[in-house]
């Protein structure tokens, strides 16, 4: 016969085993932060994970100026070329960091820049392409110094 203590003890350890059960159930409940954001860029149009490359290095030093290179598969012909390419953030405070505008004239559809990150991010380019439809791809990026803080 077990005592109110073991009872207890035995509980206990029972709530302890099913804890990281109950974290991987909230975890995978959280909606993708970028949902909103491609519901605004892409007025509710289906996004492919496909056909866009992003280049950054995994760790950034500093969060002020990361490289990041964006290409997109495709001919860039007049009829089947990339329209724009828009690089979304998840924790920037304004989280639009830039669209560019292309064409057939471009040649290639590869844009090379640099980007402001606020700490430990995914980054997600969004492809729009003449046929309307859109393609995008992602990279992980470790900040060790943030920048854009918020003022609040």
Known sequence: MLTPARRRFISMLAGLAAAPLFRAR?????????????????????????????????LADNGNSVPLKVSVESPMTAADHVRSITLLSERNPRPIMARFHLGPKAGRAVVVTRVRLN?????????QLSDGSYWSGSAEVEVTESACLDAT
Do not use: I, K, M, Y
Request: charged share 20%.
């Open 26 to 58: 909230a975890a995978r409940a959280q909606p993708d932060p970028f949902g909103p954001l491609l519901q605004q860029v892409t007025g509710g149009a289906s996004v492919r994970p496909e056909r866009v490359t992003v280049d950054t290095p995994r």
């Open 119 to 127: 700490g430990t991010q995914r980054v997600l380019a969004v492809a």
